[in-house]
Structures are given as C-alpha cells and as structure tokens.
C-alpha cells in the first residue's frame, strides 16, 4: 500500500497519508536551540555521574505524533514534499541536533515464502526528510548518496524528485555541496542487504510464526529488527491506542520491520510437481559490526556475526523449513588489525568468560533445543588457542546447567580438504547424520491446515569469521535435510533442477553474508554453485582476498560508526522521544524515587604502576601490591601498569615480544591469588606499555562491557615506544576507566608531554563511541615524565633533608595542572615520599652516570570522578628498576539499578497518571458540547460572539466625567451602579484632577482612524504608567473566592489586606488592593499604578456626586468597572517612597515636573506610629484587613536589593558587604542575578519584605 508524505510550515509537520488513515510527525521543541547546544556541550557537562540520573537515558528531541482518519485533517493545509512514493515508515532519528523521519521509497519483490500469503521485499531506495526544519526539503541525492547540482527549492520549480533518488542533502547556494546528515546511514540502508515485509513477521522462522500470516510490530523479534532504535518510541505509542486504532494502523501499514541479511525465492519442481525454494538469512543486531571490528561475545551472550539461516520449500501440498545458524567463537577475543595478518587475542580469562558463554547458549537451547556445534576452526596458531579455550567451556556448560543440550564436531575444514579438494568436505555428514535425523524438520499440511513435524534441534557452524567455510558446510546441511524431507514425503529423490537451484542460492547467499560482515563475496562460491572448483574461481578468490585487506584496514572503521549510529550504540547519541506529559511526569516521579530501585556500596581499588626498565624479577613483590597502609588486605579491583615491559629496541616497537608480558601476569597472579581468589578480566600491551586488570572471583559477575583501547604518540603518532592503553568497563551501573601512559621524556619537553596528554585524551576510542569523558570514575596512572625545574644539587640536598614541598613548588607536573594545561579536573592526593626516578640499579642511590638526571616524581597516580576517595598514596622499596613502583588505594561508591524494578515501577506510575488524567478529562465520556471554540488572541476572545473587538475605546459622555468606580470589579456581574459619574464635587476643582477622557486601548477602533487622546499622568507620577488593562480583555465572571482563600494567600505573600475581603479582586488594575503590582499582559502596570488606585483616595465616589446612567452613554456594551477611593484625600496623588538607589530624601519621582511633591524621609516612614504600622520587630503575620484611611498608610519601603555578582566559583558579596551563600552544602557562594537597585537598605526590615525583594 504506497503512500505519500506532505508536510506544513507552521508549526512544521510531516503526514504520511494513506487513503484512510494519517499519521502526523509534529516538532516539539526549538531545533536551533537544540543543534546548538550539541555542538557548544563543554567537556565538564559531558562528564556524567550515573550515580545523580540514576542511569536513565539523557534527555532527547521531543516529537508529537498523532494517528487519524484521513477526513479528520485539512489536507489544503499540506503540500507535497516529495513525489516519490512511500511504502513504509522506519522510524524516527536524530542526527546532527535535526530529527529525521525513514521512509521507504523503492523496493523490490525479491521472496515468497508461501506463494500469494508471504511477500519479501528489498530496500533500494529510503529518504530521511527532517521533521525539526525546512533546510533539508527540496534537495536530492544522487543513487551513492551525494548531493546533486541545486535546484528548485519547491515543486512549483519543476523539479521532480522521481527521477533521483530523492531528498535529502542541502545545496550550498555557492559552491557545494554539504553532506546531508543521514547520507551514511542511506547508503547502508539502500545497499542491498535489507529487506521488509508488510504480510508477516520476517524476524521469525516459519515454525514460530505458523503458516498464517500475521502481523503485530509488538512482538517481533528484537534480535534480528535492526530498525528496533529508531521505531521503539513508535511502538510504544501504537501501545497506547485502543484495540481499534492497532488495528487501523496496522492495516495502514506505516511501521514497518527491517531485517539485514537475504532473502530469495526461485521456481523449481519436486517429484514434477510446481514449487518454489526460498532462503531467508536473518543476521543478528545486538552484535553487529565488521569483520575487524566485531569479535565474540559480549557480556550479555550476543556474538557477533550471527546469522538464522532458513531453507523453505514450498508445494500445494506442502510447506518444509529447515533453520540453522551461525556465529563467531562466544568467548573474549580479538584481532589486531594489520595489513598483512591479524592475530588473534583472548582478552578474557575463562573464568571471568564462563558466564557470558553460557548467556549464549542457554537462549539458544530455550528456542531450538539442542544445539550441536560444528567447529570448523583449523589447527594453526590463533584458531588453535580458540579452539581449546571453546572446547573448556562447553565441557564445562555440559557438566552444570546444559547437560546433554550440547554437543561438538570438531572439523578441521583446511586440513581435510588439504588433498582431495572441497568435495572432501562432504565427509562431516557421517558426523552429523545421527543428530540431523533426531532434529528433523519443520512440515506444514497445506491441505489440511495442520502441523505435520517440527525441528527439534539446530546445528551451530563456525569457523574464524563465518563466512566462507561456513557457507559450504550449511549448505551441505541443507541439502541433507531436504533429501530426509523427500524420504519422509515418499518422493525418494530430488529433482537435479532443485539441486542446482538450491546451490545456486546459497552461493548468493553466502555472497551477500561476506559483503555484509568483509566488504567482499564469500570466497569458495565457485565451488559452492557448481561443486566443483575452477581456476578463474581460484583468482577470484586471491582478488576477494585482497580487497578484503584494504577494505578492513580503510573503510570499516566508518561502516561500524554508521551501523552503531544506526542501531543506536553510540555513547551519548540522542534519541527521539515521544511527547508524552505523562511520561514526562512519570520520568520525573523516577528520578525522585530513585532510592526505590537503585542500591549503592563501597567497592576497594588498589592501583600501582612500575617502569621496569626492560627487567624481569621473579621475587616477592608484596611490599608493592600488599603495602601495610593500603587500608585493606584484598581489593575487590587490581589496576597494574608497567611502562618500558621490554627494551625499546627498534625491533621490539616494530613487533613488541608479549612473552614479557605474560611473565608479569604470572607474577602478580601468583602474588594476587596467594591472597584470595583473583581473575585476571583483561589485559593490554603498546611495545613497553602494559595494562593489567584483576576481580576477585566473587565480584567477576558485578562487571560487565569490558572493552580496550590503545594510542600510539611516539614518533609523530606512528610508533607505540610512547602512548597509552586504556580499559572500560561497568562495575555494576558505573562506568569505570582506567589508563596508563608512557608520555615524552627530556627535562625541558614539558609541552611535549602536554601534547601527548591531548593526543592521548581525544585519541582514546572505545567501541560504540566512548570516551575517557562518558565516565563516572578515571584513574590515570604511568610514568608521565614531568620532572623538577630545580638543579640537580638543590633536588638531591632538598631530599635528604626531607623538604618535599619545597620540591613539589617546582613539580612539572603540579604547574602544569594548576595552570590547566594538562590533566584538567584531575586530582593526586599529597606526595609524601621521594622522588621515584632516577636510580641505579639493585641500590637507593639517585643517578651516580654521567648523565646524572635529577630525581623526579615521574610515576604518577591521578583520579576523576566524585564517588572516589583515595585513602593511600606512595611507593614501594622494591630496586631491581631504576624507577620505584607506586601505587595508591580507593574506596569508591558504585550503583545499581534494579533494571526489572525500575521498569515494574515506570508502568505502575504511567497506569495510575493516565487514570487520573483521564478521570479530570473525561476521556471515556461523551463530549455532547461539540468542538471547543478557537483560541484567543489579542483582538478576539473565545467569549465575545459574532467575531467582535476585544479591543474597544471607552468615551465618556461629557468630558467631566471619569469611571465610576463602585461598579463590580467583573463586568459582567449585575449592578445598578453608573458607569460615569461627574468628577467636579469630588475633585474640588482641581485641574490635575480633572482627567480627559479614558480609554482601555492604545489601539484605534476603526483602521487609520486616530484614537482619543492619551489620558496624561499626574506630574508627580512622571514616568509610571496609569493604564488599566484593556476591559474587553477580561474574561467572564470566576465563583467568587472565600474570604479565608484571599486572606491566605495575602498573608501568605507578607502583603496588607487592605480591601474587604469579599470584594472581588480588581484583575484589571494591576492586582489586589495594596499588594505589590504585578506586570500585566501588556506590559503597563507598574509599582506606581497599582498603589494610585486603592489608597491615593482619588476614585472614591463622594456622596453628592452626580451620576450618568447607562442610557446616557450610546454604547450597548460597556463593561463595568469598579474603583476604590479612600476618603478625605486631595486630587493630587499621595507621595511615593523614593526609590531605593536614589540620592537623598529631597528627591521627587516627577523630576522637574510642576507640582511635584517632596518624598517623605525614608526613615520617617520606619518611625512611623503604631497606628499606622503594626511593627514589632517587623511586621505582624496575621493583619486584619482594613482600608487605609490616610494617604501616607503604605507599605514600607521593600529591602536594598544585592548587587550583582561577578563568578560563583570565585566567592561574591552582598550590598552590605557579606558574602551570599548558596543553600547547597559547603556553603560556598552562589553568583546572584543582577537586579535594578543597589542601595545598602536596612537589614532590620521584616524577613518576608525582604522575600519580596
């Protein structure tokens, strides 16, 4: 079902259209804003502590999604990004700051699994089209993903997106061509390997999904989904509709499943009989990756380069499907990429692998039952060693909780087709006939609907990189189970036609599975299509193999980064998040109760680092690993590094011996494990530089994700004699990292040094993106070289007489760091022991050569991190080097999450918040009151019928005349009060008193006519504004308020209640009665207006005044409006305070103005009567409420307000001088923001003026 994608500018929307249904992709949230802060995020903010966010996700770009009928939307609204058709939708992703939505364009029908029920699809055209912004609509690519020249930037421009491949890239408008974000991705997803299906689930075999075809997104499987990142938030809100609308969107099929393999059917004949054979190759994503870059196993079983493998026979009668599978060796290993070989590296011990290879296999037998192993590894250095370490694990897995669930063949592929060619190969049936007949087949009746068999088991091949001795061997498999098949069925034989197509797609089968996982076609197909091998099929071979070389070497680094950006593995990636207020809350609610679900404790780690100067040493080193001051016998982790492990020789940095290496692991396994029981997890070598990582056996569960990484800085970056090894690793929710570094020697190479620092800090990649940055703990610990800028004479008297601080005044590296140039947010706790460099050998005197090199603090221990706390810091007398090893031990506090709890208590929050929501919606309930009326604006609000004015000018009808200010504050509430009186009794005559006309609206009634004059202020009030906010603008009449309620909440702000308590509040004159203004909507209120108003006593009615009547007035629609007006007061508004920061008391607000009045001392009004303020050491809490009487009865003046203060990091002081604190422990100071006033004010002022200040 194709459909179409539309789009709007305002707000910006996507809507993929059906011909029933819409779904609509809306942004929530400022993409500019959003794009900058990714690109200007400082290195501190990306310094993270899953200790405070409880390990949840960062925030991501927010998008509203919304599924309707297609009758529901304004179409006219919409116009058409592209005309390339859609035919499903994978998702949403972020890249780059932009969100962008996947949309199959071109595909095609490449399998039919059952004829005219089950169709298979390929990919060979997809569009990203941005939902944050405009900047990527209108723009192609070309078929390699490239921008094209520019072009019509709307379809009016006759520019048709049919004839590319379409949108996607921006066009500079000058010379270029900028790459479009999802470029990468595109080419991955358009090149060939995936496929999709809108019939059924391709994620499952046939045996699991049964004949009929269903489809439900929910329940497909994650493993073999590699659009599962980008659709989840998708799913997710499919899971929130009602049963009805799964349905509608279901049948629209816009969330489609990607899997990434093959997928093929041919027409062929059984016993004469029309039928078709289909292969379907489904590889696993939870490990994907390249040849290089992806090896064994992970901590939660997932291997890589594993492959379902499917074989479907389809006849009118019947329906056979035959599964095996595939993947690399599951222990911990890896290959070192070299052009010319790749050796291979166990980087685990068993016992710290065991539990990863059985999170293996124990899934494996839960889904196919037994599972036999075909290993087709050869004997020769590096498979060998795989093969042992294979073998000792499933011994061990068959001895405890896969008993009798496991079984080996071991097949030396190489070795038995040594002589007589790959015919040879054949010969590993008689080893497996016995288990192929026991697992049998699954067998569907067409005829009568039902199961006739199913497999029972499943065979498990794998060589080095699972690709081409593999292929062969399942192919034979294969061909194997259909011929028990035909016997089953009493066909006796297969068809030669069935033969031949069966070899040919599995020959492209294999094809596809090495470009995939090695960049070229599996080697041996020549073979595998013909059964025979051809000389032109030996130089393919020798070809493939060659570009293999310089495809894993130059171009797989880029594929990884761009399938785990796919997959969404990359450390730090945003992610697209559904706008739901509810999960919004719900996350909230987590974060406070984290304490529910997550648990904490206190792990020890001792780590030491010892340039051996090339040594080796076979004696006791407990005085190193073992101090007495250490503050424990036996740590839960054990960091050791070593700098210079051999002589830096040319030969040895050109291809550095690991026999030394292996020496030391001997030696501090032995010493580790006289202790207690020890596991060596990892370890790493860079020539001389090498890094060792030791748990105790009882805490090897607890760490997981132990990945390593390694940074040459010798020579330019080109040799490894200087550089860094690093390891990652999770000890329980915590992120730990630990590296060691062999930095530039020489006295006076300190920026040198420095460069190393960076060149190792930026170059230090873990998989999947990981940073040293994406830490909650680093400990950096080696030789770092730094020396003291002193002479040789003073450093060596200077530690005879045990002046070590006088020394670390001049440590290199002490400068350095308090300078920030390098190892910025790094700590080391106090040196307290002498320098450890240089020595003479087997002595503890300091460089007697000619060179004589001043002692220095070279070897160095530094952490970062705030859950880590250093108890010890010194080195050992151990002398066989002429460095001293150090070492330092740590307590540092590591988190768990209750992962299952969190979620039980996630779904908990989210039923009982939707409960509630929907009770105050009345989601279920009838809305009989039709559709809500459109929102207000500044001309129109929703109450005022017939499309009228919102703004309107208010004339009096004569000009002595002012509002009458007994009329209820609502305007709508009944009254018989006028809505003018006469203003010339209650003024005496004043002329400053006698306003013009008023208006409530600075906007004239009818377009280009000039409003009524501006109503002018007193002189005295020069500067404040008077305008009452515009009547028409105040909504209908609320319940009026109990009186406890205003009270409350004047109290509860320190305000006087100086107006009846159950008048209503005067919303359009600038808040309650005597309160503090507030600014209004528009801008206008002020301190001035507000108090004028309620206690200047110009608005109250005196009792002669004469009054004009509604009918006086021509308008039909006047509001009423109520003023309060204190009694025996002048026409002249009462003085103000002055404002604080102004210069002496004589000072008037109306500077100039005539008339204007002196302000009364500031000080007069603190020392005024108790009748007028109630003043015991402030003012009183509970005020009764009174109208003020007198004019000079105001509030006091509010408190000096602090200056603005400069960095909260460097301390700051208030206007009196005292420093401000920030209320987070420590006391330290928080930087201010910088107000209006300054003045130093009176501390003796009430605390809650002060609050309102």
């Known amino acids: 079902m194709a459909m179409h994608i539309l789009f709007r500018d305002q707000p910006r929307t996507l809507l993929l259209l059906t011909d029933e249904h819409a779904l609509t992709f809306s942004y929530a949230g400022d993409a500019d804003a959003d794009r900058s802060h990714q690109s200007h995020g400082s290195e501190k903010a990306q310094y993270h502590d899953n200790a405070n966010n409880g390990g949840s996700a960062s925030q991501g770009s927010r998008v509203l999604v919304d599924f309707s009928p297609k009758e529901t939307i304004d179409i006219s609204k919409y116009r058409s990004l592209s005309s390339l058709p859609c035919y499903g939708c994978l998702g949403l992703i972020a890249v780059d700051g932009d969100v962008f939505l996947a949309v199959i364009t071109g595909a095609s029908k490449v399998a039919e699994p059952v004829s005219q029920v089950e169709t298979v699809y390929r990919i060979h055209g997809l569009e990203f089209y941005c939902v944050s912004r405009a900047n990527w609509d209108f723009t192609a690519l070309d078929p390699a993903g490239n921008p094209l020249d520019s072009v019509g930037t709307y379809p009016g421009d006759n520019f048709d997106l049919a004839t590319t491949s379409g949108g996607g890239a921006a066009v500079s408008s000058n010379s270029g061509m900028i790459e479009h974000p999802c470029a990468s991705l595109k080419k991955l997803l358009t090149d060939g390997s995936f496929y999709y299906s809108n019939d059924f689930d391709l994620t499952s075999r046939l045996q699991s999904r049964s004949a009929e075809p269903t489809f439900d997104i929910e329940g497909f499987d994650e493993t073999f989904m590699w659009n599962s990142f980008m659709i989840s938030e998708l799913v997710k ?263 031949r197509r069966h070899s040919v797609l599995w020959a492209d089968n294999g094809d596809q599975l090495s470009k995939i996982y090695a960049g070229t076609g599996a080697l041996k197909t020549s073979f595998t299509r013909s059964g025979k091998m051809s000389i032109a099929g030996a130089i393919a071979d020798a070809t493939k193999s060659v570009s293999r070389m310089y495809i894993n070497n130059f171009v797989d680094k880029g594929k990884q980064n761009t399938m785990d950006m796919l997959l969404g593995r990359l450390e730090g990636q945003e992610v697209v998040l559904l706008h739901d207020p509810i999960n919004d809350y719900v996350l909230a609610e987590l974060s406070k109760r984290r304490a529910e679900y997550t648990s904490s404790r206190e792990i020890s780690i001792f780590a030491g680092t010892f340039n051996l100067n090339g040594c080796l040493y076979d004696g006791d080193l407990s005085s190193w690993l073992f101090p007495n001051d250490s503050g424990f016998d036996c740590p ?77 800085t010798g020579m330019g970056g080109m040799a490894g004699n200087k550089g860094g090894v690093a390891f990652s690793c999770d000890f329980a929710s915590t992120k730990l990292c630990f590296i060691t570094s062999h930095l530039a020697a020489g006295l006076s190479n300190v920026e040198d040094r420095n460069h190393d620092f960076r060149t190792i800090k930026s170059g230090i990649r873990f998989p999947r993106g990981k940073t040293l940055s994406d830490h909650d703990m680093v400990i950096w610990l080696g030789d770092f070289n730094y020396r003291i800028d002193l002479p040789n004479e003073e450093v060596r008297r200077r530690i005879k007489e045990d002046d070590l601080d006088a020394l670390y005044r001049y440590d290199q590296l002490n400068l350095q760091m308090t300078a920030g140039k390098a190892f910025p947010y790094y700590n080391e706790a106090p040196i307290n022991f002498n320098p450890t460099y240089k020595f003479d050998n087997n002595s503890d005197d300091y460089d007697s050569s000619d060179k004589a090199r001043v002692p220095a603090w070279t070897d160095r221990v530094l952490t970062r991190g705030s859950n880590i706390r250093q108890i010890a810091y010194n080195s050992a ?136 004059p501006i109503p002018q202020k007193p002189k005295a009030l020069a500067g404040h504004s008077m305008h009452p906010t515009p009547l028409s603008e105040i909504p209908p009449a609320l319940p009026p308020r109990r009186a406890n309620t205003i009270s409350a909440s004047m109290d509860s702000s320190g305000l006087l209640g100086d107006t009846d308590l159950d008048t209503p509040l005067q919303t359009f004159s600038g808040g309650v009665a005597g309160s503090r203004p507030r600014s209004g909507t528009n801008g206008t209120s002020s301190r001035t207006s507000s108090m004028s108003s309620t206690g200047s006593g110009g608005f109250q009615q005196h009792p002669s005044t004469t009054t004009a009547r509604r009918g006086d007035f021509p308008s039909a629609s006047l509001p009423k409006i109520n003023r309060i007006r204190t009694e025996g007061s002048s026409a002249t508004p009462p003085p103000f305070p002055p404002r604080p920061g102004s210069s002496g008391s004589g000072s008037s607000i109306g500077s100039g103005s005539q008339g204007s009045k002196a302000l009364p001392d500031l000080t007069a009004m603190r020392s005024a009567p108790q009748d007028r303020f109630e003043r015991s050491g402030g003012y009183r809490d509970n005020v009764t409420a009174q109208p003020l009487r007198h004019v000079e009865k105001m509030p006091p003046a509010l408190p000096a307000r602090p200056k603005y203060m400069p960095d909260a990091s460097f301390g700051g002081v208030g206007a009196s001088g005292k420093p401000i604190h920030s209320p987070v422990d420590g006391g330290g100071v928080r930087a201010q923001p910088a107000l209006l006033d300054d003045d130093d004010g009176d501390e003796t002022l009430d605390s809650k003026w002060k609050a309102l200040a």
């Open 636 to 712: 839960d982790l054990v960091v050791i590094a070593f700098q210079e492990i051999v002589e830096l020789t040319p030969g040895q940095i050109l291809s550095a011996d690991p026999g030394k290496r292996q020496f030391w692991e001997h030696q501090v396994s032995r010493h580790l494990n006289a202790r207690d029981n020890y596991v060596l997890l990892r370890s790493g070598q860079l020539v001389g530089t090498a890094l060792l990582l030791y748990v105790k056996a009882s805490e090897v569960a607890n760490v997981r994700n132990i990945n390593g990484a390694v940074k040459k």
């Open 237 to 499: 809100f499919r899971s929130h509709l009602q049963l009805d609308e799964k349905e509608a969107l279901d049948s629209s099929r816009f969330l489609t499943s990607v899997i990434r393999g093959f997928a093929e059917t041919v027409p062929t004949r059984l016993g004469g009989i029309p039928a078709s054979l289909t292969i379907i190759s489904r590889q696993g994503c939870r490990r994907a990756g390249t040849r290089y870059n992806a090896r064994g196993v992970d901590d939660e079983g997932n291997v890589a380069n594993f492959v379902e493998t499917e074989t479907i026979l389809y006849t009118p009668q019947f329906l056979f499907s035959y599964t095996q599978i595939r993947g690399s060796v599951p222990i911990f290993w890896e290959q070192d990429v070299q052009l010319l070989s790749a050796k291979v590296n166990i980087t685990r011990a068993f016992e710290a692998t065991q539990p990863a290879f059985m999170a293996h296999f124990e899934p494996l037998v839960t889904k196919y039952g037994p599972v036999h192993i075909v290993n087709l590894l050869a004997a020769k250095p590096g498979e060998q060693e795989l093969t042992h370490r294979y073998r000792q694990h499933i011994k061990l897995a068959s001895e405890v909780a896969l008993a009798n669930q496991l079984r080996e063949t071991r097949f030396d592929f190489h070795s038995e087709t040594a002589k007589a060619g790959y015919i040879a190969a054949n010969k590993i049936l008689r080893f497996l006939e016995d288990d192929a007949v026991q697992f049998g087949f699954f067998l569907y009746d067409m005829e009568v609907r039902a199961v006739v068999a199913e497999q029972t088991g499943a065979f498990r091949t794998n060589c080095l990189d699972c690709l081409d001795r593999t292929n062969l061997i399942q192919q034979i498999i294969s061909r194997q189970a259909l011929e028990l098949f035909a016997e089953k069925t009493e066909i006796l034989r297969l068809d030669e036609e069935l033969k």
């Open 877 to 1012: 007398g151990l002398r066989f080097s002429d460095h001293r090893p150090v070492y330092a031990s740590f307590t540092a506090t590591v988190y768990t999450i209750d992962r299952p709890k969190k979620e039980k208590l996630s779904q908990e929050l989210y039923a009982k918040r939707r409960g509630y929501v929907g009770q105050l919606l009345d989601l279920d309930g009838d809305d009989s009151g039709g559709p809500l009326p459109p929102p207000s604006t500044d001309k129109q609000k929703w109450w005022l019928e017939g499309g009228k004015s919102a703004r309107a000018n208010i004339m009096p009808p004569q000009q002595n005349m002012i509002l009458n200010h007994k009329r209820p504050a609502n305007p709508f509430s009944p009254t018989n009060e006028p809505d003018f009186i006469s203003i010339d009794q209650s003024s005496g005559g004043n002329p400053q008193q006698a306003h013009r006309p008023s208006t409530v609206s600075m906007h004239s009634a009818a377009a280009g006519s000039h409003g009524p």
